[in-house]
């Protein structure tokens, strides 16, 4: 690089760049300030944006008729019965009582001096009420153990079950212990053991057969006095209750098929003094009137937190002295806000829907002075307890309010729509800003060339015609008869 400046002594290199800045100066203020106007509402319509796609789901939430359809559903003693509704089931007060709950069977079968004792080879048939399960056993495998492994294994499916139970006494001996997840009048174990193999010794399959009694009425079973004979631990049953007076049975204790929609778990009978005097537990069925007003709660809170964001982005903020800049939002002014602003005013201040409720006030939501929603839940609550079927029509459906405001938020929201269409515009201004500051920068780089060219070129003149100067005066000085003036 060549060292500038020699022959005249000037700071030709700052003075190239003053000249250079002070050209470039201008332009890049404007794109500056363009950029960083067009940054800040680029920002701006993100958040109005947002803010719109956050209440747009609110709005979408609360603009649904099965919203509508869910129903609460509650029983007088949970500790007896739970009860849940869904949306088939009708508003409506019933009276429950439950006498006995459903049953499985259990059942002990004889027991054993010597639980690793062989039974001989052949067949073991359980039958589970209709359901029948076969088993072969093997000479090897025909000990407690290994017939307890079989029925395990082949029952594990079909909800049954075999443990072995030993008495540490020996009076008892040890047995198979048959257990059942079926519950239900008529879904008793039976066993049927069959020998195949000639054996002199005892006992055999055969001596596991077993086919509990016949029930008596209060299901209780009967006393068994050898402490080794087959016994019933439980019998099957149906789980009885009354509704409204009307006896019912159920195989199990969720019964879900006595009332339309509803579905009752037991989880315990009453007591025998109860029963005798007929005493009932209340269960009610009833609109989710809890539910839809959280959700017009929530709506309200969504509507004031995107007033709250339209507001920071269209606030002006006056700055402390005379001459200062206020501070601006990003949307000051901007049209899409004010049109959409305008549909929401029309939206919530013309009537909608076909009944008595027609504008939001009428269900105790007004709005405040700072463009804000407010709810009045006294009003509400009578509101949603007098004309429930009326605040679904206000709101939903297609002549509903939620459609109207849907229908004015979704143009701003969607693919393509105003602020996508806009940011993609700014997005462009962006781009047209970097584009134009490099188109700047090689214009600047080419005029610092050039400058510096012209005034090294200069330099060099100028140290040229120096020298010449300096020349001649000593070509003067050393002529005859000239004086020297003292130095």
Known sequence: MAITGIGSGLDIKGMVAALVNAEAAP???????????TTAKFSALGQFRSALSEFQTTVKDLNS???????????????????????KAVAG?????????????????????????????????IKVGDETIALDITEEASNLTGIRDAINAAGKEKGLSATIVSDPSGVGGARLVLSSTKSGTGNDISVTGTSTATTTGTPTLADLSFTPP??????????????????????ARDANLAID?????????????????????????????????????????????????????????????????????????????????????????????????SGMRSD??????GGELKILSDLGISTQRDGTLKVDDAKLDKVLADNFDQVSSFLTGDAGLMAKLENTIKPYTQSDGIIESRTKGLQSTLD?????????????????????????K??????????????????????PGVVKKDK
Do not use: W
């Not at 332009?27 to 106007?37: C, I, M």
């Not at 009425?217 to 087959?230: C, Q």
């Open 245 to 341: 007076g009307i006896n019912l049975a159920s195989k199990t204790n969720s019964v879900s098929e006595a009332i339309d929609g509803v579905t009752i778990t037991l989880k315990a009978a009453q007591s025998k003094e109860d029963v005798t005097n007929v005493s009932t537990i209340s269960l009610t069925v009833g609109e989710d009137r809890a539910g839809v007003k959280s959700s017009l709660k929530k709506f309200v809170d969504g509507y004031n937190k995107l007033m709250s964001t339209i507001g920071s982005l269209t606030k002006v903020t006056p700055v402390g002295g005379d001459s200062s800049q206020p501070l601006a939002g990003g949307l000051v002014g901007d049209a899409s806000v004010r049109t959409f602003m």
């Open 458 to 479: 200069m330099d060099t003149l100028i140290g040229q015609m120096s020298g010449t100067s300096d020349y001649l005066a000593g070509v003067l000085n050393s002529l």
């Open 27 to 37: 332009k890049t203020a404007q794109l500056n300030r363009l950029e960083k106007a």
């Open 214 to 235: 016949a029930p008596g009425d209060d299901f209780v079973p009967p006393t068994v006095t050898d402490p080794r004979a087959p016994k019933v631990i439980s019998f």
């Open 65 to 87: 008729a099965s919203l509508f359809e869910k129903r609460t559903a509650s029983s007088g003693k949970a500790d007896i019965f739970t009860v849940s509704a869904d949306t």
């Open 348 to 353: 919530m201040g013309n009537p909608a829907g």
């Open 432 to 456: 047209s800003v970097d584009d134009q500051r490099e188109v700047l920068n090689r214009r600047i780089g080419k005029l610092e060339t050039r400058l510096l060219a012209q005034f090294n």
């Open 93 to 125: 007060s019933y009276n429950v009582q439950v006498f006995n709950l459903a049953q499985t069977s259990k059942i002990a079968l004889k027991g054993l001096d010597d639980p690793a004792a062989k039974l001989g080879a052949g067949q073991l048939e």
